[in-house]
Structure formats: structure tokens, C-alpha cells
């Protein structure tokens, strides 16, 4: 396995004299992997996430993602790059109101300018696979919000990025949703080996992972891997760590 | 709880690119109300250039119309930023103020923005009537002492004022209204109305289309002429009945065959499946219902505009143009005196210089005929008959005016007739009539061709037939009544103001006494008031339409920037956002172009063919004109475009 995400002394800043939003903050991510990161609110995930993610900068420390140096990067070659390699999952959904599920899905898809029938067949298989074929022609606004979420998802996944971020994926979702959806992010972790990277407050979220880093005021405090755990054993593993 | 006159200040100073926008485009209309309240005030010069009281009362009701534009500009704009602050509206509410106190705090925004809009308004208002004053006074050449007339007019002042205040009153009214209507829950959620997917009836978009088809059918059938139903069932009735079906049409057409025509582009995959094109058509569809009203509102517009500008240009225009063959010669008038006529010469001679004219005496026979196909030419004069010209008279006269002989030599039998309007069919052509010399005697003659070339000014030869000179030579021993002309051309004669005041006391009461300069001035004098009020009207219709379609994009695109940040995030770069936002804002400026443009073009072509006396049969003539008025319209267009785009990328690029 190669070292697809490489993060070394990353700080970010965001007011002089004020809690810094990360803290010489260094990590690797393997290709592959389902990380898992946790931390109390305003430990910093949402900034880690972004700034990997080339919406925010850091203030300082190096990262590499697939080889690039995306501190390097200007507006329309970091557009690019999350144009080619990544994939975005949130809790808000961010779905496209306009746009029917089906168009949602092909958009990241016309950005790579693939063909009308890669398109087309590619929607048919993620749609089928996250279980919202039936809603394809639906718009947004006539799905729960377990299905947005999968929409969401598939279409995160229909380029096949290099690796996903999910911000909360399952902030909104009822339990049953949120397994749901859990089991679909672990399954093309599992089968399409898309490495992804998972923001979560939840412990259950959380547990889906095969690696987790754990978050304070901006540093990374401890890490848990789950090994040959089962899901249920690594679950009380996380529910130890972080009650302690 | 803070002050009121504290959170208007702030907001205002908060969303200031927001409202400086309202704020230039309210003062602009009241710049254009105040300087047109003035001029409709400033009895001097409407005393020089009214005679009839014709233009007093042009702009009488171009005031009204002036008023009721600014009544439902200002009652626009302030709905549209009541409905963009509904969500600020809510919270205040939900903090415990009163709705009261928010209609006070409209107000008093309201009246901050108008008053200082006021302000700006009389002193560029007062510059423009100035201005206006001025350039009237120099195209008709008044005697007017222009600093008699005071630089800001009281009485229009204080009629500004009581208008606005009026205006205020009914924003006031209509703003209490619309929130005792609404409740707290609404307050906070009316910004973000759920937009239902449209269902599109296939009929209606067909309607649609056709009744505009046969709108414009109906408009070209006018060019049919006497037996166009215009004619065979009547002006009144064919009018309403065109106005009503595209009307019709445009509202079924932007509210349904739109959606369907772009729900049909959506099919084609490879077309559709494109980085922006998959953006911009699903929003399209999405907010045309919503859209709609306005969008047709905006074609209305445009089409209004631009076929009152076109009619008002060509309506200045082509009599200008029309001028060459009403006056083909610089100055004409009949010999009835032959010392006059002598001293005329003279007097033109010694004015322009010697080898500057060139005059040349024609004289024409009076002849009837008893054929019956005879031309309408014929019959248009007192006396039916034809004046017959000898073709190196004719020919002389034409080189002299500048032109070419357009025929070969004639045949002794054989005739051109002149044509007083074009007739692209040339019916009269191998016609043969019979010419009465005597009672008893007469000669056949063909005619071998037509022309609009006349050589004599309609007011002294109208049915002119030119014959050989042999033949001319024969008739005129008959001794038929006889008319003789003299024509004077020559260098920049038909543009020479001095040559026509130097022999205009020789001619002081006759009719038949014609020049090319005094005609066109006199074209001029009479026209250019109504010109001014028409510019008015345009002015006040450009900025409704510019200010529209502002408002509309704007408010889209505010109600897309989140939308716009999640293609940023999902890799769309700066450049394709700004793209897809300008063809976004491109698609709505679009619409009522293209359907506004086409509208008016049918409704100049009706207009010119039902009102106007087409004497040149030139295309350039009628198309010049209608250019003139679309390019015109098409770069403030244009313009407001560029404003809009720039504005868009504003609210989505910036982010607070
Ligand atoms: N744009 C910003 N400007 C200033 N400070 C910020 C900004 N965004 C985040 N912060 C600060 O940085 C710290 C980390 O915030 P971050 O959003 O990363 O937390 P988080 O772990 O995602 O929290 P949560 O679980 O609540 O989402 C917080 O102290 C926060 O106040
Ligand atoms: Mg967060």
C-alpha cells in the first residue's frame, strides 16, 4: 500500500492570539484506508477537512496529496484538483435543488467530460448500489433525508476520487439512516477501494472505520486502529477511549 | 432596543452595492422626471415651439405617463427589496419588535434613499433641462434669451416634491399591508418559497406559437394592400385582434412553449450532458414559472420601445429622404413672370457664384386621353391628363440634379412614364394610350418602361410622361396649355440656406415656389418637438426595462450563492462559475430581445405600411431608420447587461 495523503506540522490560524484552529497537526493516510477522525466541537475537524480538502489554506506545514503539493496550488489548479481527485460528502447534503437526482449524479461526471452512456451507465450502477434508483427522476426537495444523503454520496463517488471526505455525513440522519448509509460508504471502501476520510462526533459513525484519529483544541491526541476487530469490539473500544 | 435611525443607517451602510444600485436608478428617474416636469413648465420655450398647442398637450400626457412610470418603478423596486428582507424582517420580529415599528423602519429607509435620490435628481434634472433648452433652442434656431429662463423651476420643485411624498405614502401604505398580511412564520421563510416542479401542457406551448404566427401574419398582410383584410373588414377590428393574439402568444409562449422547447434540448445527451449546460438548463426550467410574469412583462417592454422608437425615427426619417423626389431640384418654381423669373436666376447666380448653378427652363405639355387603362398618375391632379416632357429635357435635368438616366434613347412612339409611387410589378409598362391632340386627331403611344425619376417636384407635374423629342416637337404645334419651369441645381444647392432666403421674398405667395432646403428645415421644425417628447417616453422605457431585468438577476442570483458554492467545491473552477453565471444572466436578457425584437419589427412594418406615404420604394429608406433604433436600444441593452453579469458575480464571488 502507498501513502496517498501526507500531512507533516500542518497549523492553521485563524486569529493572532486566539485558540489555534490546528495545531502542528502530522498524519499519513494509506490508499485504501477508511479513516475515521472524532474530537469535540471546535477541536478542529472541520478545518483539517478543509484545508485537505484545498477550500482552506493553513497558515503553515506541508501536504501531499497523490503526489501533489497542494499548498502549491492556485484557485483554478486546486478547482482542478478536487475537480480530478476529490470527492465531497456533508451534512448539509449540498444537493442541487434544480437539479433532478439523476442530473445531481451526472454533474461531476460532465466536469470530466465524460460520455453520454459512461454517464448514463454509471448513474444506473451507483444508483442501483446506494438504493435510490426509483428516485433518479425525483428532485431534492421530494426525497428524506436519508436519501439526499445517499444521492449525496453517489455522487461523491460517480468519478471514482482518489479519496472522499465526509464532513458528518450522518449529523442529520436517524439511526437507521445512518447505518444505512454507514454500510454503503464501507462496501465501495471495501469493494471500489476508495479511501475516505470521515469527520464524526458519533462513536457509532465512527466505528465503521479501520482507523481513527482522535482530536483536542487542534491536535491529534491519540490514535485507534481497528485491526481484526469486529465493528462491535472496536465500538467499545471508541466508547472507552473517548469517555476517559 | 436600538434606535430606529441607527439600524436604517447600518443596513443601509451593510448592503450599500445593494442599494446603491436602487439608489442610481431612482435618482435617474427622477433626474429624467424633474427635467421633464421643468421643460413641460417652461412656458418660453413651449410658447416658440407650439403654435397649435399641439405640443402642450403632447406633453401633457407624456407627464401622466412619466408619473405612472415612476409610481410603478418606485412601487417595483420597493417590493422587490421587501420580499429580499423578509428573512431580516423575521428575525426583528422574532426579537420583539413590533410590525409597526418595521413599517417605520421601511419608511424611514425609504425616505433616506428618496430624499437623497431627490436631491441628486433636481440638480442633474435642472442640468438636463439646461441642456435640453439649449439644444432646442440651437436646432430651431429660437429667438429665445436662454438665461431668461431660471436654472431650477420652483413650481416644478415643489410638484416634485408632492409627488414623491404621494409615492411615499402609497409605499408606505402598500408595505403595512403586505406585513400585517404576512405572519412571523412566513416572515422568516418567504425568501426561500419553495419553487414546484412545473408540469408543461404540450397544447398551450402550441398556442402559443401559432397565435404569435398569426399575429404576425395578420401584420403582414397589411403589405397586401387594397384587399388585405385590413382593408376588407376594417383598421379597428384587424388591430385589436393582432395586438390581442401576440399578446396572447408571448404569455403562452414564455410560460409554456419555453419550458417545453428546452425540456425537448434537455433529450440531446451529448448536448445536455456539458459542465454548464447541466447547471443552466435544470435552474432554467426550474425558475421560468416564477419567472414568467416578468419575462413577458420584459418582452411587452421591449417591444414597446423599440417599435416607438422605430416608428418615431422612421416617421423622422424617410420624409426627409422622401424629400428627393418631392423636390428633385434644389429650388423650382413655374415662369408666370418672365423678368422675375430672370431676377431669380440672378439672384442665385450672384449668391452661389456663377459656375455654382446650373438652371434650365422645361416646359411641359398638358395632354389628355381618352384610353381606359390609364395609370393612377392620371388622375391624382385637378385636371386629369398627362404632362409630357422631351427626353433631352428630361435628360438635362436629371444630370443636373446629379443622377443617371436609367433608359436608352426613345422610339418616336414609345414613352417612360413617371411613377408618383413605386410599383415593383411595373403594371403600366407595355401599356398603350391614346393622346389627344385635337378633338379629332390624335397619336397611340407605348409605354416602354416606368421610373421614380422625376424631373419636376410633385407640386408642379405630377402623371409625366417623357416622349422623343420629335414627337414633343409635333404636339407641341398643337398649340396644347403649356406649363414652363425653371429648375436651378448645382453644388450644395439643395443644402444652400442663403440661396433659398435670398429668393424667397421674390415668391412670398406661391404655392408652387419649392426648395429642397426649406422643405427638410421645415420637416425639422415640425418634428423635432414630438422627437423630444417620444425621447422622453424611450428614456423612461429603457430604464424600466434595464432596471427589470437587473432586479430579476440579481435576486436570482442571490437566491443561488449557495448553489454556486457548492460547484466551486465540487471542482467547477472561477472561470466556469463566472461562465455559467453570464450565460445564466445571458438566457433571461435574451428572451424579450429576441421575442421583443421580432414583435416590434412586425409592428413598424405594419405601422409604416398603413401610415406612412412610401414614395421611395428604396428598402434603405425603411431599414436605416429601424437599424438606427436597434442598435440604439441594443447597446444600452447591452450595457445593462454587462452591469448585471458584473453585478451577479458580485454577490456570488464575495463572500460575507
Ligand atoms: N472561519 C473561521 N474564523 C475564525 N475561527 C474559526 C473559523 N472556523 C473555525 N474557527 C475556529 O477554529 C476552531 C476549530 O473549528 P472547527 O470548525 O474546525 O471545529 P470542529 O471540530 O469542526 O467543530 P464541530 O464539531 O462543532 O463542527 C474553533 O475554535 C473555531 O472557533
Ligand atoms: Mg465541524
Known amino acids: 500500500m502507498n501513502t496517498l495523503v501526507s500531512a507533516k506540522n500542518v497549523t492553521k490560524i485563524y486569529n493572532k492570539n486566539q485558540v489555534l484552529g490546528l495545531n502542528k497537526v502530522s498524519f499519513d493516510i494509506q490508499s485504501g484506508e477508511f479513516v475515521g477522525i472524532m474530537g469535540a466541537s471546535g477541536s478542529g475537524k472541520t478545518t483539517l477537512l478543509n484545508i485537505l480538502s484545498t477550500i482552506d489554506t493553513p497558515t503553515d506545514g506541508e501536504i501531499l496529496i497523490d503526489g501533489v503539493d497542494i499548498k502549491t496550488l492556485n484557485d483554478n489548479q486546486s478547482a482542478d484538483f478536487r475537480k480530478d481527485h476529490l470527492g465531497f460528502i456533508f451534512q448539509e447534503y449540498f444537493l442541487l435543488d434544480s437539479l433532478s437526482v439523476k442530473e445531481n449524479i451526472a454533474v461531476p461526471l460532465t466536469l470530466l467530460h465524460k460520455s453520454p452512456e459512461e454517464i448514463?451507465?454509471?448513474i444506473n450502477y451507483l444508483a442501483k448500489r446506494f438504493g435510490i434508483f426509483e428516485q433518479l427522476s425525483k428532485y431534492p426537495s421530494q426525497l428524506s433525508g436519508g436519501q439526499k444523503q445517499r444521492v449525496a454520496a453517489a455522487r461523491a463517488i460517480a468519478k471514482q476520487p482518489s479519496i472522499l471526505f465526509a464532513d458528518e455525513p450522518t449529523g442529520a440522519l436517524d439511526s437507521h439512516s445512518a447505518t444505512e448509509l454507514l454500510q454503503k460508504?464501507?462496501?465501495?471502501?471495501?469493494?471500489?477501494?476508495?479511501?475516505i476520510l470521515m469527520v464524526t462526533h458519533d462513536a457509532y459513525a465512527a466505528s465503521f472505520s479501520s482507523r481513527i484519529l482522535?482530536?483536542?483544541?487542534?491536535?491529534?491526541?491519540?490514535?485507534?486502529?481497528?485491526?481484526?476487530?469486529?465493528?462491535?469490539?472496536?465500538?467499545?473500544?471508541?466508547?472507552?477511549?473517548?469517555?476517559? | 432596543?436600538?434606535?430606529?435611525?441607527?439600524?436604517?443607517?447600518?443596513?443601509?451602510?451593510?448592503?450599500?452595492?445593494?442599494?446603491?444600485?436602487?439608489?442610481?436608478?431612482?435618482?435617474?428617474?427622477?433626474?429624467?422626471?424633474?427635467?421633464?416636469?421643468?421643460?413641460?413648465?417652461?412656458?418660453?420655450?413651449?410658447?416658440?415651439?407650439?403654435?397649435?398647442?399641439?405640443?402642450?398637450?403632447?406633453?401633457?400626457?407624456?407627464?401622466?405617463?412619466?408619473?405612472?412610470?415612476?409610481?410603478?418603478?418606485?412601487?417595483?423596486?420597493?417590493?422587490?427589496?421587501?420580499?429580499?428582507?423578509?428573512?431580516?424582517?423575521?428575525?426583528?420580529?422574532?426579537?420583539?419588535?413590533?410590525?409597526?415599528?418595521?413599517?417605520?423602519?421601511?419608511?424611514?429607509?425609504?425616505?433616506?434613499?428618496?430624499?437623497?435620490?431627490?436631491?441628486?435628481?433636481?440638480?442633474?434634472?435642472?442640468?438636463?433641462?439646461?441642456?435640453?433648452?439649449?439644444?432646442?433652442?440651437?436646432?430651431?434656431?429660437?429667438?429665445?434669451?436662454?438665461?431668461?429662463?431660471?436654472?431650477?423651476?420652483?413650481?416644478?420643485?415643489?410638484?416634485?416634491?408632492?409627488?414623491?411624498?404621494?409615492?411615499?405614502?402609497?409605499?408606505?401604505?402598500?408595505?403595512?399591508?403586505?406585513?400585517?398580511?404576512?405572519?412571523?412564520?412566513?416572515?422568516?421563510?418567504?425568501?426561500?418559497?419553495?419553487?414546484?416542479?412545473?408540469?408543461?401542457?404540450?397544447?398551450?406551448?402550441?398556442?402559443?406559437?401559432?397565435?404569435?404566427l398569426f399575429g404576425y401574419f395578420l401584420a403582414l398582410d397589411m403589405t397586401r394592400g387594397t384587399q388585405?383584410?385590413?382593408?376588407?373588414?376594417?383598421?379597428?377590428?384587424?388591430?385589436?385582434?393582432?395586438?390581442?393574439?401576440?399578446?396572447?402568444?408571448?404569455?403562452?409562449?414564455?410560460?409554456?412553449?419555453?419550458?417545453?422547447?428546452?425540456?425537448?434540448?434537455?433529450?440531446?445527451?451529448?448536448w445536455f450532458y456539458n459542465e454548464s449546460n447541466i447547471i443552466i438548463i435544470p435552474n432554467f426550467i426550474f425558475k421560468i414559472r416564477s419567472m414568467a410574469k416578468t419575462l413577458i412583462l420584459l418582452t411587452l417592454l421591449v417591444s414597446g420601445t423599440l417599435a416607438l422608437l422605430g416608428s418615431t425615427v422612421l416617421t423622422l426619417y424617410h420624409p426627409v429622404v422622401a424629400t428627393e423626389r418631392i423636390?428633385?431640384?434644389?429650388?423650382?418654381?413655374?415662369v408666370e413672370d418672365k423678368q422675375l423669373a430672370t431676377e431669380a436666376i440672378k439672384i442665385a447666380e450672384g449668391t452661389a457664384g456663377k459656375e455654382n448653378v446650373k438652371h434650365k427652363k422645361t416646359t411641359i405639355i398638358y395632354i389628355t386621353s381618352p384610353s381606359n387603362n390609364l395609370p393612377q398618375e392620371y388622375s391624382i391632379k385637378e385636371e386629369p391628363g398627362f404632362d409630357l416632357?422631351?427626353?433631352?429635357?428630361?435628360?438635362?435635368?436629371?444630370?443636373?440634379?446629379?443622377?443617371?438616366?436609367?433608359?436608352?434613347?426613345?422610339?418616336?412612339?414609345?414613352?417612360?412614364l413617371v411613377k408618383y409611387r413605386p410599383d415593383k410589378k411595373k403594371l403600366d409598362k407595355g401599356n398603350i394610350y391614346t393622346l389627344n391632340l385635337t378633338p379629332t386627331n390624335s397619336v397611340d403611344i407605348k409605354v416602354k418602361d416606368t421610373t421614380l425619376l422625376n424631373p419636376i417636384g410633385f407640386a408642379n407635374s405630377v402623371g409625366t410622361l417623357i416622349i422623343s423629342d420629335k414627337l414633343y416637337k409635333e404636339v407641341k404645334s398643337f398649340g396644347l396649355p403649356e406649363k414652363t419651369i425653371i429648375s436651378i441645381n448645382g453644388t450644395n444647392m439643395r443644402e444652400s440656406k442663403e440661396v433659398y432666403e435670398n429668393l424667397a421674398p421674390l415668391f412670398k405667395n406661391n404655392n408652387y415656389f419649392s426648395s429642397s432646403y426649406q422643405k427638410v428645415d421645415f420637416l425639422i421644425q415640425q418634428n423635432s418637438s414630438t422627437f423630444l417628447l417620444i425621447s422622453f417616453v424611450t428614456i423612461i422605457f429603457f430604464i424600466a426595462t434595464g432596471s427589470i431585468l437587473y432586479f430579476q438577476n440579481l435576486s436570482n442570483a442571490m437566491s443561488k450563492k449557495d448553489e454556486f458554492t457548492i460547484l466551486q467545491r465540487m471542482g467547477y473552477n472561477k472561470k466556469k462559475v463566472k461562465k455559467i453565471i453570464s450565460k445564466e444572466v445571458f438566457a433571461i436578457f435574451s428572451i424579450p430581445y429576441v421575442l421583443g425584437l421580432a414583435h416590434s419589427i412586425f409592428a413598424v412594418i405594419t405601422y409604416k405600411t398603413a401610415l406612412m406615404d412610401d414614395l421611395l420604394g428604396k428598402n434603405s429608406a425603411f431599414i436605416l431608420p429601424i437599424l438606427f433604433?436597434?442598435?440604439?436600444?441594443?447597446?444600452?441593452?447591452?450595457?445593462?447587461?454587462?452591469?448585471?453579469?458584473?453585478?451577479?458575480?458580485?454577490?456570488?464571488?464575495?463572500?460575507?
Open chain 2, 1 to 212: 432596543m436600538v434606535g430606529l435611525l441607527t439600524i436604517a443607517k447600518k443596513n443601509l451602510k451593510n448592503n450599500f452595492s445593494f442599494y446603491s444600485f436602487y439608489f442610481v436608478s431612482v435618482a435617474f428617474v427622477l433626474t429624467v422626471f424633474f427635467s421633464f416636469i421643468s421643460f413641460s413648465m417652461n412656458s418660453i420655450v413651449l410658447e416658440k415651439i407650439s403654435s397649435d398647442g399641439r405640443v402642450e398637450t403632447m406633453s401633457r400626457v407624456v407627464v401622466m405617463f412619466v408619473m405612472a412610470f415612476v409610481l410603478f418603478y418606485m412601487s417595483y423596486s420597493n417590493t422587490f427589496f421587501m420580499k429580499k428582507r423578509t428573512k431580516e424582517l423575521g428575525i426583528y420580529s422574532l426579537l420583539g419588535y413590533r410590525k409597526s415599528t418595521m413599517v417605520k423602519l421601511l419608511t424611514l429607509e425609504n425616505i433616506l434613499i428618496c430624499f437623497a435620490a431627490l436631491i441628486v435628481g433636481i440638480i442633474l434634472g435642472a442640468v438636463a433641462h439646461k441642456g435640453i433648452v439649449g439644444a432646442i433652442v440651437k436646432l430651431l434656431k429660437l429667438q429665445i434669451e436662454t438665461s431668461e429662463i431660471p436654472f431650477i423651476n420652483i413650481n416644478a420643485v415643489v410638484f416634485t416634491f408632492i409627488f414623491i411624498f404621494a409615492i411615499l405614502a402609497v409605499l408606505l401604505l402598500s408595505n403595512w399591508i403586505i406585513l400585517r398580511k404576512s405572519s412571523l412564520l412566513m416572515l422568516v421563510r418567504l425568501d426561500k418559497k419553495e419553487e414546484k416542479q412545473i408540469k408543461i401542457n404540450t397544447a398551450f406551448s402550441f398556442i402559443g406559437l401559432l397565435l404569435i
Open chain 2, 389 to 416: 416632357i422631351s427626353e433631352s429635357d428630361y435628360k438635362e435635368l436629371i444630370r443636373n440634379q446629379g443622377k443617371n438616366v436609367e433608359f436608352e434613347n426613345l422610339s418616336e412612339n414609345e414613352s417612360i
Open chain 2, 228 to 270: 388585405s383584410l385590413w382593408k376588407t373588414i376594417g383598421f379597428s377590428p384587424i388591430a385589436l385582434v393582432t395586438m390581442i393574439s401576440v399578446v396572447l402568444g408571448t404569455i403562452f409562449f414564455i410560460h409554456s412553449f419555453l419550458p417545453f422547447a428546452i425540456q425537448k434540448l434537455k433529450m440531446r445527451k451529448s
Open chain 1, 120 to 122: 448514463d451507465s454509471t
Open chain 1, 185 to 195: 460508504l464501507r462496501e465501495v471502501n471495501e469493494e471500489l477501494h476508495t479511501t
Open chain 2, 629 to 656: 433604433a436597434v442598435i440604439v436600444f441594443t447597446l444600452v441593452y447591452i450595457i445593462y447587461y454587462l452591469l448585471t453579469k458584473q453585478a451577479c458575480n458580485k454577490i456570488i464571488f464575495n463572500s460575507k
Open chain 2, 327 to 334: 423636390i428633385p431640384s434644389a429650388i423650382e418654381f413655374p
Open chain 1, 214 to 244: 482522535l482530536f483536542k483544541d487542534g491536535n491529534i491526541i491519540k490514535e485507534l486502529k481497528r485491526n481484526n476487530q469486529t465493528r462491535k469490539q472496536f465500538f467499545e473500544e471508541i466508547l472507552k477511549e473517548i469517555s476517559k
